[in-house]
């Protein structure tokens, strides 16, 4: 079944379904048909913030949403410095040097890079764009 992105009226339907219908998170899932690690983050940053159903008067999407989104990252600390690209791809000329390999090492270097999945997409973007020459 796919999957529906979040929206505000979402959260207000899983707070209903929580503390008025007294559902789990589980079946508030299957009704709404999203996946339930953002309910639970949700139905969390809500007990957090004090909230209990009905929510109080005057709690309109410009009041509910701050508590409940997850706290922005802080500026500059996005994206780590792309691996050189032109090294790696000349490394993987070397025999045993594996996209496994170069990604251990760059993860040793930053450990705040991606993933093995990112770095393999990433990887093959940055050779894609490699020029190439003829001998």
Not at 15 to 38: D, H, M, N, V
Not at 87 to 103: A, D, I, S
Request: proline share 10%; hydrophobic share 40%.
């Amino acid at each position: 079944m796919p999957r529906k992105r979040f929206s505000m009226r979402h959260v207000h339907a899983g707070l209903r379904l929580t503390w008025a219908g007294g559902l789990s998170e589980r079946q508030i899932t299957r009704r709404l048909g999203l996946s339930r690690p953002p309910v639970a983050a949700y139905m969390q940053r809500a007990q957090v913030a004090g909230w209990s159903w009905p929510l109080p008067h005057g709690l309109d999407a410009a009041t509910v949403e701050p508590p409940l989104l997850p706290p922005s990252p802080a500026p500059g600390s996005l994206a780590p410095l792309a691996p050189d690209w032109a090294m790696g791809h000349h490394e993987r000329k070397r025999q045993g040097v594996t996209l496994f390999l170069l990604w251990q090492a760059d993860k040793a270097t930053t450990p705040e890079g991606c993933q093995y999945s990112g770095f393999c997409q990433a990887y093959r973007a940055g050779a894609s764009q490699l020029t190439l020459g003829m001998r």
